[in-house]
T-cell receptor, first 117, second 118 residues
Framework: AQKVTQAQTEISVVEKEDVTLDCVYE???????LFWYKQPPSGELVFLIR??????QNEISGRYSWNFQKSTSSFNFTITASQVVDSAVYFC??????????????FGKGTLLTVNP | DTAVSQTPKYLVTQMGNDKSIKCEQN?????MYWYKQDSKKFLKIMFS???????INETVPNRFSPKSPDKAHLNLHINSLELGDSAVYFC?????????????????FGAGTRLSVL
């Protein structure tokens, strides 16, 4: 069975600090996908990134970067120079590749990030 | 303009009532989903439909019945509501399979419906 662990329940930082959100996953599949979603206080779920299991290149998008390491089954998310608007719950999720068009996302329990001014 | 829209945003009702939540997507996606987020923010899939066909049913009580009149709509009907049904319910959709690097399986979520059962 798939499992996603986000060990950090809550993180609090001061604006402009860098912060890394950890995500560790378990799966028996050789082909799978990893995701990060953001849930701001307004409640919607916003897609941030998807990675497939064959693409271990790190990715940077503005102040956001993601580090995918299959050897440690981790897909960590770093926010550089954090801002108050980054305050949200961040979810890591895993989806197996089973063909067709249906993919069940298994979510971690989320990390509440609070960025203080 | 909203890609995945759910109505209502808030739903307050008494135990034992029957209620429905509607979901519509204008993204042209083939697959739609319902997720439940509990009070601890834990998100879990309930159902998945592909072109009006039920694909995933994750041991949800049969008081919950999804209905897909067409591939752009997936409604959730709940009978005999219980206190434990109080949660935020999210609808999502994803596009057709386009191979390993395609856009498939990126799920786009609605804003959620907060259901409170009193």
């Amino acid at each position: 069975a798939q499992k996603v662990t986000q060990a950090q329940t809550e993180i609090s930082v001061v604006e402009k600090e860098d912060v890394t959100l950890d995500c560790v996953y378990e799966t028996r599949d050789t082909t799978y996908y990893l995701f990060w979603y953001k849930q701001p206080p307004s409640g919607e779920l916003v897609f941030l990134i998807r990675r497939n299991s064959f693409d271990e290149q790190n990715e940077i998008s503005g102040r956001y970067s993601w580090n995918f390491q299959k050897s440690t089954s981790s897909f960590n998310f770093t926010i550089t120079a954090s801002q108050v608007v980054d305050s949200a719950v961040y979810f890591c999720a895993l989806s197996e590749f089973s063909g067709g068009s249906n993919y069940k996302l298994t979510f971690g329990k989320g990390t509440l990030l609070t960025v203080n001014p | 303009d909203t890609a995945v829209s759910q109505t209502p945003k808030y739903l307050v009702t008494q135990m034992g009532n029957d209620k429905s939540i509607k979901c519509e997507q204008n993204l042209g996606h083939d697959t739609m989903y319902w997720y439940k987020q509990d009070s601890k923010k834990f998100l879990k899939i309930m159902f998945s439909y592909n072109n009006k066909e039920l694909i995933i049913n994750e041991t949800v009580p049969n008081r919950f019945s999804p209905k897909s009149p067409d591939k752009a709509h997936l409604n959730l009907h709940i009978n005999s509501l219980e206190l434990g049904d109080s949660a935020v319910y999210f609808c999502a959709s994803s596009p057709r399979d386009r191979g390993l690097a395609g856009a498939k399986n990126i799920q786009y979520f609605g804003a959620g419906t907060r259901l409170s059962v009193l």
